[in-house]
């Protein structure tokens, strides 16, 4: 089991928590017509975030990947699985890294522009960039 975060073009989510979450279960069926490695099939603002989020915790796969050989412990505790989709960036992270995952991926999301959701907690925050929760 795996501690993950997801952050959204704040465009294409709805306004209301129920109405984001039946967006949120039709973005994670996975039906989008490419692999969900490739960042370049994401908005700019998402672009971004992941080109940042990528150096503290890189990508298990993908371009971005690191090298087997460049694996030490303390990389290997930080990869992390991203989804990546037209308009959002689900990431899987171990839980010991759970606590500096939320700080970076909510900081991050906010000075990109894009929003966040906890998607872990039972009662995950949804906050837009400028720290309106919606509810």
Same mark, same amino acid.
């Given at each position: 089991?795996?501690?993950?975060?997801?952050?959204?073009?704040?465009?294409?989510?709805?306004?209301?928590?129920? +109405?984001?979450?039946?967006?949120?279960?039709?973005?994670?069926?996975?039906?989008?017509?490419?692999?969900?490695?490739?960042?370049?099939?994401?908005?700019?603002?998402?672009?971004?975030?992941?080109?940042?989020?990528?150096?503290?915790?890189?990508?298990?796969?993908?371009?971005?990947?690191?090298?087997?050989?460049?694996?030490?412990?303390?990389?290997?505790?930080?990869?992390?699985?991203?989804?990546?989709?037209?308009?959002?960036?689900?990431?899987?992270?171990?839980?010991?890294?759970? +606590?500096?995952?939320? +700080?970076?991926?909510?900081?991050?999301?906010?000075?990109?522009?894009?929003?966040?959701?906890?998607?872990?907690?039972?009662?995950?925050?949804?906050?837009?960039?400028?720290?309106?929760?919606? +509810?």
């Amino acid at each position: 089991m795996s501690y993950d975060l997801l952050v959204f073009e704040k465009t294409q989510a709805p306004a209301t928590k129920k +109405e984001f979450m039946e967006w949120y279960e039709k973005q994670t069926k996975w039906e989008e017509e490419h692999d969900y490695q490739s960042i370049a099939v994401s908005s700019s603002a998402l672009q971004n975030w992941f080109m940042e989020m990528k150096d503290k915790f890189p990508p298990m796969n993908g371009e971005f990947a690191p090298n087997d050989d460049d694996i030490d412990e303390y990389l290997e505790s930080h990869m992390a699985d991203y989804s990546i989709g037209h308009d959002m960036i689900y990431a899987s992270f171990s839980w010991s890294v759970a +606590e500096e995952a939320y +700080e970076m991926v909510r900081i991050l999301a906010q000075k990109h522009g894009v929003g966040f959701f906890d998607v872990s907690a039972d009662e995950g925050d949804i906050i837009l960039p400028d720290g309106t929760v919606i +509810e």
